[in-house]
């Protein structure tokens, strides 16, 4: 699952549209790595546009619009009834490696709700989510802590990732091959 409801404030514009060098559309790079593992059968999650909704297999409504990361995933496993990969739309570098490798972290471990990437921190848009996080997912929506306290540790996997695949697009500067002067608009 593909979460793509934001609203690209930083961005200016609908960020998942941006095209990369090589021609793909943003939201692409997160739905060819989840193909590459897991086959056509990847949905988005979230409100968007037409073009970005053609490029999955599936559209998963939000029923919690304005919540954040946690609101789509909490979708997605509620829809699901089952376990879902989640990729934040916005992953520029994830390739099919770093899901594999998640996947199997959660494969391995028994009574894990959540395997999550690890770069320089916990990475709550890159991993595998049980059904059994529902009620934790619940609570931090409820209680707006933060996505990354949901899981708790003795329920959680940690995969270690190069934060080059967990750097996200807020601006237009974060784009492969921007420069930053390109960021700052000098």
């Known amino acids: 699952m593909v979460l793509v409801g934001g609203r690209s404030r930083r961005f200016g514009r609908d960020k998942l549209l941006e095209p990369l060098g090589d021609g793909r559309l943003l939201v692409s790079v997160p739905i060819t790595a989840l193909r590459a593992v897991f086959g056509s059968r990847v949905a ?11 490029l999955a297999d599936e559209l998963i409504p939000d029923p919690y619009p304005g919540q954040g990361p946690g609101g789509g995933i909490l979708a997605a496993l509620e829809y699901a009834q089952s376990p879902v990969f989640v990729l934040s739309g916005d ?8 899901v594999r490798a998640v996947a199997v972290g959660f494969l391995e471990r028994p009574n894990v709700w959540a395997s999550l990437a690890w770069s320089d921190r916990l990475e709550p ?3 595998v ?33 190069d934060s080059i695949y967990a750097h996200n697009v807020n601006r237009p500067g974060d784009l492969p091959g921007q420069r930053d002067s390109d960021h700052r608009g000098v």
């Open 125 to 127: 848009c890159i991993g």
């Open 91 to 98: 992953l520029a570098n994830i390739n099919a490696d770093v």
């Open 129 to 161: 989510y049980a059904p059994s996080a529902i009620s934790s997912l619940r609570t931090v929506l409820e209680t707006g802590a933060p996505l990354r306290s949901a899981i708790p540790g003795e329920h959680l996997r940690t995969i270690s990732v």
């Open 44 to 54: 988005v999650v979230g409100a968007c546009n037409r073009q970005v909704a053609a």
